[in-house]
């Protein structure tokens, strides 16, 4: 395959983390790599790896949560390399607190990512990938998303507004070739928790049988639903039991995770 017919995949959050990894693992892979994130030397860093490694990575330093950035990013990949067939959008910040020690500041930019980034990355390559008959979007949620614990309110609210981007996305991308896929990690040995300093004291202990996972075996499943896209992906399986229990029982579940997790002062739940 010559590198020009290499697909092209736009990662966002691409700077640390899952992002990076997947992005790494793709280009590995033998995709073409958009890497989207703030910081541009931390893009620069992988991109030269990726390029010692023989691969292709274009650099887009910019907050994906403003529409016209994206845009501006969409036209620069349009133009010099063609559309992509692969969004992976990862870009996802958020310090974990209840709702009232939270800064207007920290809503705003939580709700930027991922909930508004991954809607306005998805929306600037959604079109050319439905002209094309394929493509896939991968988001990547939070497990808050289906069981939330306390003490990260906006936090789980932006998770929330991604998956429910994810399921419209599905019955609006029927029929076109186009999928959406959402992947819900357990905790990841990211960076996350230091970028969001105290967030981790508010995982439930009930949390704590499910094991950690490292941003490269993220990476792997990523690169799984690209193989195999299917519309959520739970990941590790003991995530998936603690969902299925869940949907089973969603009200002792709901309890028992508050009970295990993060209350104000001497509360009594
Ligand atoms: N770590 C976990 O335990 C865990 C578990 C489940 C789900 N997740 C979710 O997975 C996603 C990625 O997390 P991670 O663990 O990979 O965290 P991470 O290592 O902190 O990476 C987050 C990435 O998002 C980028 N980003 C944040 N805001 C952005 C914006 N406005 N525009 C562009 N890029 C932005 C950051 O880059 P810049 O700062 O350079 O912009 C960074 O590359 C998050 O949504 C997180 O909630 C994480």
């Not at 490694?53 to 501006?72: F, K, P, Q, T, Y």
């Amino acid at each position: 395959m010559t590198k020009s017919s290499q697909p092209i995949a736009v990662i966002t959050g691409a700077s640390s983390g899952i992002g990076a990894a997947s992005a790494l693992t793709l280009s590995n892979d033998g995709w073409r790599v958009v890497l989207v994130a703030r910081r541009a030397d931390r893009l620069e860093e992988l991109a030269t790896t990726i390029r010692e490694a023989g691969g292709e990575a274009m650099v887009e330093a910019l907050d994906a949560s403003r529409g016209s950035a994206v845009n501006e990013m969409a036209d620069r990949v349009l133009a010099i390399w063609g559309a992509p067939s692969l969004v992976v959008n990862s870009a996802g910040a958020g310090i974990w607190r209840f709702l009232e020690e939270t800064t207007p500041a920290e809503i705003d930019s939580m709700i930027g990512a991922p909930y508004l980034a991954a809607a306005q990355t998805s929306r600037a390559f959604i079109g050319e990938m439905i002209a094309a008959g394929r493509g896939l979007l991968i988001h990547v949620g939070s497990p808050a998303s289906v069981i939330p614990w306390p003490g990260a309110t906006a936090y789980t609210a932006s998770r929330w507004a991604l998956r429910g981007l994810h399921e419209a996305l599905c019955q609006d991308l029927r029929g076109t070739g186009v999928r959406s896929s959402l992947i819900y990690f357990g905790e990841v040995s990211s960076e996350y928790f230091q970028v969001n300093p105290g967030s981790h004291e508010h995982i439930p202990s009930l949390g704590s049988w499910i094991s950690v996972s490292s941003p490269e075996s993220c990476a792997e499943i990523v690169l799984d639903v690209v193989r195999r896209p299917r519309p959520v992906v739970y990941h590790p399986f003991a995530l998936r039991l603690m969902v299925w229990t869940a949907a089973l029982a969603p009200a002792p579940t709901r309890w028992l995770i508050a009970r295990t997790g993060r209350r104000r002062g001497n509360r009594n739940l």
